[in-house]
């Protein structure tokens, strides 16, 4: 079995990779700068995925090595506390949250159909839960979108770091929705591990609370915890077949009602596709 995760030095990433490869196997870690893993049967490969030059050169790399493909965890995320633009000309949030994973994603499907039955296990957020915060509005309704938005989503004017995050983990749980009815042998789930005390929480807590950091973390979820959610996902027999749903922790839940609306996940796929092949 061969399984690749991204997001591999965080916290649930490294649980992950850890326990992914003692169950035996290969396993890819994908990580921005070279590290070491104590298993022997890891094999790093490095990109950073806000840049989707990056992604292709990362998806060549493994296929160059491995003909199939049975597990892909797409566990990179990031929360960038100001507004900043991937080479791409995205907003970071989008790129490293969404348009990274979907991409790596799409140029791999070849690998997970050899692989089938494959797993694809997209990691997500609560945070996309609050509709008060996560918006996706198409002129001159709310709930909708035009494909040349994509890369304004967070424009300039309003941009709000935790909405921004939470969107664009919304726009991967939809665009797996699509992939989930589109592709044949390739099983395709999201999981919200809940909030662990990862490097993400650092980056969201406001100021005032940093001195509090660590009582504040010790109340939340280890990285261990949270990844067993992931593992569960991504190697229960029990999940065998399962497709197109959404675990909150390790229990299927409704995911945002916005999630279900069919012409707007058709559009989140196609104008990520058109924009992801277009650079």
């Keep these: 079995m061969i399984s690749m995760v991204t997001g591999a030095t965080g916290g649930m990433g490294r649980v992950i990779v850890r326990e992914l490869a003692r169950r035996g196997g290969t396993v890819i870690a994908v990580a921005r700068s070279r590290v070491e893993f104590e298993p022997k049967n890891v094999e790093v490969m490095t990109a950073d995925l806000s840049s989707l030059a990056e992604v292709r050169r990362l998806a060549a790399e493994f296929t160059a090595k491995h003909d199939a493909l049975h597990l892909l965890v797409n566990n990179a995320g990031a929360h960038f506390r100001h507004r900043a633009i991937s080479a791409?000309?995205?907003?970071?949030?989008i790129a490293v949250n969404h348009l990274g994973g979907f991409r790596l994603t799409n140029l791999?499907?070849?690998?997970?159909?050899?692989g089938a039955p494959a797993r694809v296990v997209n990691v997500v957020s609560a945070a996309m839960t609050d509709t008060r915060q996560?918006?996706?509005?198409?002129r001159p309704r709310p709930v909708s979108l035009e494909p040349a938005e994509l890369p304004d989503l967070n424009g300039e004017r309003g941009f709000e770091p935790f909405t921004a995050y939470a969107r664009a983990k919304l726009l991967t749980l939809m665009a797996g929705y699509h992939l989930a009815e589109t592709v044949d042998g390739v099983t395709v789930n999201a999981v919200n591990p809940g909030l662990a005390g990862t490097k993400i929480v650092d980056d969201m807590m406001p100021t005032f609370m940093r001195p509090f950091g660590g009582l504040v973390k010790r109340s939340l979820l280890t990285p261990e915890q949270s990844a067993a959610f992931i593992l569960r996902v991504a190697t229960s027999p029990d999940l065998d077949g399962v497709t197109g749903r959404y675990f909150d922790r390790d229990v299927e839940a409704r995911s945002p009602e916005i999630s279900y609306d069919r012409a707007l996940r058709e559009w989140v796929w196609n104008s990520s596709l058109e924009f992801s092949e277009a650079r």
């Design 88 to 93: 791409d000309g995205v907003e970071m949030h």
């Design 108 to 114: 791999l499907r070849p690998a997970l159909r050899a």
């Design 134 to 138: 996560v918006k996706i509005r198409r």
